[in-house]
């Protein structure tokens, strides 16, 4: 009988000892969930919008996305599907949305979008209405874009094909660099044009 306690006490004891390794083991690795390793996002949400103002208070720019990571270190945030909205300076109106597969905002507020890019203006009257792309950047302070990507470009009057955009969203303004190729219809352009001197 002797033998029997002392074989059932050193199950037990191996039993605890397991169980205590296998504990040891979740905490460790719970532990090494919450370390940050490097190249690893400092902040991360998902579902999050944010929205910034200037210094007078003024909307700048409406960013929402499913997901958003934030770099400290090198000053830059990742979106996953983001919807960004950029705003008129003197009216505060929403003037443009944009849609990508995912986006990054830079230290120099340099918005670099990437996948099935849409740029929409909000306003009917934009002379620029529509760009489609694989790849933009927008500066948000000065709302410069630019693109060496494949580009097509919707207008009141025309449509644009064509390789790399410049413009300037503020002015409605934007030139493609080569490959361009036009379709233009006058009827609408006649149209816009007696319609901006009604307004003068």
């Excluded at 009988?1 to 690795?29: C, F, S």
């Excluded at 983001?82 to 995912?102: G, S």
């Excluded at 874009?145 to 969203?169: A, I, R, Y």
């Amino acid at each position: 009988m002797n033998k029997r306690i002392t074989a059932l006490l050193l199950v037990i004891v191996a039993a605890l000892v397991g169980w205590m390794q296998y504990q040891a083991k979740d905490d460790a690795n719970g532990l090494d969930n919450l370390i940050k390793k490097e190249g690893m996002p400092d902040y991360t949400g998902k579902r999050m919008s944010t929205s910034v103002f200037d210094l007078e208070g003024k909307p700048e720019y409406y960013a929402e996305a499913e997901e958003i990571k934030r770099y400290e270190e090198s000053e830059k945030t990742e979106f996953t599907n983001p919807l960004v909205n950029l705003f008129d300076k003197l009216t505060a109106l929403k003037q443009w949305k944009l849609r990508a597969d995912h986006a990054e905002i830079n230290a120099e507020r340099i918005l670099t979008l990437s996948g099935n890019v849409t740029l929409q203006a909000l306003e009917p009257t934009s002379k620029l209405q529509r760009i489609e792309t694989d790849h933009l950047s927008v500066n948000l302070t000065t709302q410069d874009v630019f693109t060496d990507s494949e580009v097509k470009s919707q207008g009141l009057g025309f449509t644009t094909t064509g390789v790399g955009l410049k413009g300037n969203l503020k002015q409605q303004v934007a030139t493609l660099l080569k490959d361009v190729k036009s379709y233009i219809e006058p009827t609408v352009i006649k149209a816009a044009n007696e319609q901006e001197k009604e307004k003068q």
